[in-house]
């Protein structure tokens, strides 16, 4: 009888074989666009699981017959019995302890499901204060998200802290001696990231900038393009993305170009020297002229300039303009300069400051020849006897 069952079991795993193998019905396993396993692969796997069964089948049936043929002979019953324990033992003992720890399991599916609706339900709000739905005084939209992560980490450990006591083996010595080494090396290993952590939930909570903005971090100058509680991500003017972690960020100063751009206007100014032989009046409307020329500038409200020191040998002059376009800092400085020198050369103003040193014939003024009059002639050198 035992043969004949063994023979089946092989007739069925080579009938099992042959259906698999030959219609090749398995599917690759992908994992978005990677394939993991494919097809023959997946075959072959199936195959030696189905192989594995059958012998661990065949050997099971092997064993429990023993026993029965053991027991036909009164010599050999305690041996059937012996075989029998050592199946029906552990089957028993595992029985047991599973239906003994059946209140923990329940106690530990209670904890886990009301944190998780409970974390469903923050979220929930959360989404709502983000788009602007739900309003609360003081809390701003863009606080909703991390604060929602910080809340849900902080949720699932007083869950796994709730849970920890209810795991099987918790009260072991082997299992606490592996929980105090595990946070030993977490601790000692990850003092930089926390660091890091700490700095970026302060940097939420300041609003320093936000994703999109310009600004100045040290001594980088780029739009923000990701910010998360380790780091922070900028885009430069020249195409570079460089990281900086959040506790540089903390302990050193931000500029925020974006912050009032839109609302009330930023303000760019650059500084030219000119001497005092040029009326200061007639610098200020170059400067002035100079900024109106830049389709940037706002005329409300309008260009101004400052005289922010009178040294040695020029005057400083400080063109202030208010503008818009924070994402355009460099671009609009640069035309700035260009108009600032076609003002002063249509204007014949030298800009010889703050030094100058030229030894020239006739001494040529450093206007460039095209906006020189037409009848222009350089004055030669004069030497006059003591």
Request: hydrophobic share 45%; net charge positive; no cysteine.
């Amino acid at each position: 009888m035992l043969f004949l069952f063994i023979l089946l079991v092989n007739k069925g795993y080579k009938l099992l074989i042959n259906k698999v193998v030959g219609k090749q019905l398995l599917k690759p396993v992908k994992i978005n666009h990677y394939q993991l396993f494919s097809g023959t692969q997946m075959t072959g796997i199936l195959t030696r699981l189905i192989s594995l069964v059958r012998w661990v089948f065949v050997i099971l049936v092997i064993y429990l017959a023993l026993p029965l043929i053991f027991s036909l002979f009164p010599w050999t019953k305690g041996i059937a019995k012996i075989l029998l324990s050592f199946i029906l033992r552990p089957i028993f003992s595992v029985a047991h302890s599973f239906v003994k720890y059946m209140p923990n399991l329940f106690t530990i599916l209670v904890i886990y499901i009301l944190t998780r609706y409970l974390v469903r339900a923050i979220k929930y709000f959360m989404i709502e204060i983000e788009r602007g739905t739900l309003n609360i005084k003081g809390f701003y939209a863009d606080w909703a998200m991390p604060t929602f992560k910080i809340v849900k980490a902080l949720a699932y450990i007083f869950m796994f802290i709730a849970i920890f006591p209810y795991l099987p083996g918790s009260e072991s010595k082997i299992f606490q001696g592996v929980s105090v080494f595990i946070g030993v090396l977490f601790s000692l290993g990850s003092s930089s990231a926390i660091s890091n952590v700490v700095s970026g939930v302060v940097i939420t909570y300041m609003r320093p900038f936000k994703v999109g903005d310009r600004v100045k971090i040290a001594d980088q100058t780029g739009d923000v393009v990701e910010k998360n509680l380790l780091v922070t991500r900028i885009k430069t003017i020249k195409n570079e993305e460089i990281t900086i972690p959040n506790a540089t960020i903390l302990a050193g100063g931000t500029t925020n170009y974006s912050a009032l751009a839109a609302r009330e206007a930023l303000i760019l100014h650059t500084t030219v020297t000119i001497g005092y032989d040029v009326p200061w009046r007639l610098v200020h409307q170059l400067l002035i002229n100079a900024a109106n020329a830049v389709s940037a500038t706002e005329q409300v409200p309008a260009p101004f300039v400052l005289q922010t020191s009178l040294d040695d040998y020029y005057v400083s002059y400080q063109l202030n303009m208010y503008t818009h376009e924070s994402h355009g800092i460099a671009g609009i400085y640069s035309l700035i300069h260009q108009h600032i020198q076609d003002e002063f050369n249509n204007a014949g103003v030298e800009i010889m400051s703050p030094a100058y040193h030229s030894l020239r014939d006739g001494n040529t003024v450093t206007i460039p020849p095209k906006k020189r009059p037409e009848n222009y002639k350089p004055d030669g050198f004069i030497f006059k006897e003591p």
